[in-house]
């Protein structure tokens, strides 16, 4: 077969070119989540993993006891207000670094990158030496006497929060600049030179165009929050509860595979549902400002 005609049959066979992900995705992903669903609906046992017969039993509990639901309350909560803070904060600085014809420009784009170049656990460490009771920020506040005893700024949902906003903030801006950064700027130039502020430009102009930068970076944001395990131990110990360490403690400490593994699909099941539903919202929100421009 010449090779012009092998092209041409790959091209016309479009599954030939996506197999191998699906190959990856069904061995990384879809099997995996198969067996943690099978483990789920399997019976607690004492000598072995998980038990043969069936039962209900696990999300029964994971369901109607109070003490999981809030759990699952508290991790969900740290998502929504994560997501919030961190677009809060990245928005202004994506918007800057996309409009910015500083010469430090590049320097600015290394300030945001350079987190992503260190482990979380080393960030958290760090956030440790500043938070702890006898860290710099007691210490000064100590010394300059506005307080007179050290502040609880760690193991409690400020630490934590901290910890959060700090590690997840750099994917919050990256989406939002990419997009920020293909928005025409005469655009915003034409809409200033029919009479509209720079704030009716904002919220006209600049935000809806924006609104997949937004979209994304709060998906990303808002997963990553609700999976976090190291930052949540770190900072806050075992005093805040989430769903991520509550998991592990089942299924490593407690050694109920099942129950785990229902706890696991809760919260997956949980997010999904958020997650369609934020973009579906947003989706019709965009349309709709967009049919106004």
Request: glycine share 8%; hydrophobic share 55%; proline share 6%.
């Amino acid at each position: 077969m010449k090779p012009d005609r092998k092209r041409k049959s790959v091209l016309a066979n479009p599954w030939i070119l996506v197999a191998p992900a699906i190959v990856i995705l069904a061995i990384f992903f879809l099997i995996p989540y198969l067996n943690l669903i099978m483990i789920s609906f399997r019976e607690v046992a004492t000598d072995r993993p998980y038990g043969q017969a069936f039962t209900l039993a696990n999300y029964k509990k994971g369901l109607t006891d109070t003490y999981y639901l809030n759990v699952l309350w508290t991790t969900l909560r740290f998502g929504f207000i994560t997501t919030l803070v961190t677009l809060l904060i990245g928005y202004p600085v994506a918007y800057h670094l996309a409009r910015t014809r500083s010469r430090w420009k590049s320097l600015l784009y290394a300030f945001v990158l350079s987190p992503l170049l260190v482990g979380v656990v080393i960030r958290c460490y760090g956030w440790i030496v500043l938070l702890s009771d006898k860290g710099l920020i007691n210490d000064l506040l100590i010394k300059v006497g506005i307080v007179a005893h050290p502040l609880k700024l760690m193991y409690n949902s400020f630490g934590v929060g901290v910890g959060l906003v700090h590690v997840w903030l750099p994917f919050m801006i990256l989406p939002l600049l990419g997009t920020i950064g293909s928005i025409d700027p005469s655009l915003e130039a034409a809409a200033r030179s029919l009479g509209a502020g720079p704030l009716k430009t904002f919220f006209k102009i600049t935000l809806p165009l924006s609104m997949p930068g937004v979209l994304s970076g709060s998906i990303l944001v808002f997963i990553l929050t609700i999976s976090a395990y190291v930052i949540p131990i770190l900072l806050g110990g075992f005093k805040l509860m989430i769903m991520p360490t509550l998991v592990v403690q089942q299924v490593l400490e407690a050694f109920l595979w099942p129950f785990g593994a229902a706890l696991a699909l809760i919260l997956f099941v949980c997010a999904m549902v958020i997650i369609y539903s934020y973009n579906r919202t947003m989706v019709h929100v965009f349309r709709g400002v967009m049919g106004r421009i």
